[in-house]
Nanobody, 131 residues
Framework: QSQLVESGGGLVEPGGSLRLSCTAS????????IAWFRQAPGKEREGVSC????????KYTDSMKGRFTISRDNAKNTVYLQIHNLKFEDTAVYSC????????????????????????WGKGTLVSVSS
C-alpha cells in the first residue's frame, strides 16, 4: 500500500524549533516532488513549501520565507520541514503530498487545484505552539 506518513509534530513553546518528516512507503519518493501544507483550526489550508524530486529546487510561499526550510533525503525516502522560531500562529496540522509532475514547484501552492492534483496525500501531524 502506497502512503505518506508525517511525523515530528508536537507541543512546543514560542521561539522553539521542530523538524517534521514526511516518509513514503510503497513507492519511491525520488520520483516525486513533495509539497507541505498546513491548516490551522478554523482557517483555510495554506501552501508552505515545495521541493522537486532531486532536491535541486525549492519554493516557499511568501509568508513562510525565512523560518521554514525544506529538504529531502531520497535514500531514506523522506522529506523534511524544519521550522524555526515557532509562533503561536504556526499552530496547525501540517501535511505533505507527492506530485509526479517535474514542474510541480512552479505552481501556486495555495491553489486548491494544485492540492487536488497531487498523487498521494498524508494525513498530517499536529504542531501546537503554546506557552
Amino acid at each position: 500500500q502506497s502512503q505518506l506518513v508525517e511525523s515530528g509534530g508536537g507541543l512546543v513553546e514560542p521561539g522553539g524549533s521542530l523538524r517534521l518528516s514526511c516518509t513514503a512507503s510503497g513507492f519511491t519518493l525520488d520520483d516525486y516532488a513533495i509539497a507541505w501544507f498546513r491548516q490551522a483550526p478554523g482557517k483555510e489550508r495554506e501552501g508552505v513549501s515545495c521541493i522537486n524530486n532531486s532536491g535541486s529546487n525549492t519554493k516557499y510561499t511568501d509568508s513562510m520565507k525565512g523560518r521554514f526550510t525544506i529538504s529531502r533525503d531520497n535514500a531514506k525516502n523522506t522529506v523534511y520541514l524544519q521550522i524555526h522560531n515557532l509562533k503561536f500562529e504556526d499552530t496547525a496540522v501540517y501535511s505533505c503530498a507527492a506530485d509526479a509532475r517535474r514542474d510541480s514547484c512552479s505552481y501556486d501552492l495555495n491553489q486548491d487545484s494544485y492540492y487536488y492534483s497531487m498523487d498521494y496525500w498524508g494525513k498530517g501531524t499536529l504542531v501546537s505552539v503554546s506557552s
